[in-house]
């Protein structure tokens, strides 16, 4: 079945580690999108990519990183620098273009826990 | 800045009833598209229902549909013949229609479902 994979689906980090969270996804799509959720909260959108080796930064993209060397693969990186990591990642696809109806299909997450 | 505001942060509803989930958004655009996503307690955000705005007619699936006003900026979301299934949060998202890739989501509204 076609879909987005997440990985790890819960992960613990100790303060000033930094830690990768894993998205592939085998929908052929070309967008791809990192989004926080945090409790209370909605979605706030991290980073996305329309086209390999090419992202740009969403509205908190501070403290974390991100590298679509592949179609299939978009990885983010929660650095040390990122102040307040514990949160919920959602990663998120979709076809080109990638705005106006266009819909966007999300991965089962990661919970990220810094310790 | 579009922002969407969700002003009923839990609900619940009687299996079988009917309720409505509440919606608002503030832009100074005149095309856009909305959204309503559902995350049940499996995490994995799912699309409900979608809205163009220049079309006047409500979406309408199978037993979720909308009262799209846009005058208002309202965008409130019916269930009908509720489900257990139905159990999760609902989040109302706005995108342009202008070549924005970016989804802004409401805070979300907790559904629960009574037997």
């Known amino acids: 079945d076609g879909g987005i994979t997440q990985s790890p689906k819960y992960l613990f980090r100790k303060e000033g580690q930094n830690v990768t969270l894993s998205c592939e996804q085998n929908l052929n799509h070309d967008a791809m999108y990192w989004y926080r959720q945090d409790p209370g909260q909605g979605l706030r959108l991290i980073y996305y990519?329309?086209?390999?080796?090419?992202?740009q930064k969403g509205d908190i993209a501070e403290g974390y990183s991100v590298s679509r060397e592949k179609k299939e693969s978009f990885p983010l990186t929660v650095t040390s620098a990122q102040k307040n990591p514990t949160a919920f990642y959602l990663c998120?696809?979709?076809?080109?273009?990638?705005?106006?109806?266009?819909?966007?299909?999300f991965g089962a997450g990661s919970r990220l826990t810094v310790l | 800045a579009q922002t969407v505001t969700q002003s009923q942060p839990e609900m619940s509803v009687q299996e079988a009833e009917t309720v409505t989930l509440s919606c608002t958004y503030d832009t100074s655009e005149s095309d856009y598209y909305l959204f309503w996503y559902k995350q049940p307690p499996s995490r994995q955000m799912i699309l409900v229902i979608r809205q163009e705005a220049y079309k006047q007619q409500n979406a309408t699936e199978n037993r979720f549909s909308v009262n799209f006003q846009k005058a208002a900026k309202s965008f409130s979301l019916k269930i009908s013949d509720s489900q257990l299934g139905d159990a999760a949060m609902y989040f109302c998202a706005y995108r342009s229609a202008y070549g924005s890739e970016k989804l802004v989501f409401g805070k979300g509204t907790k559904l629960t479902v009574n037997p």
């Open positions: 998120a696809s979709s076809t080109l273009p990638a705005s106006g109806a266009n819909v966007l299909t």
């Open positions: 990519s329309q086209i390999v080796n090419d992202f």
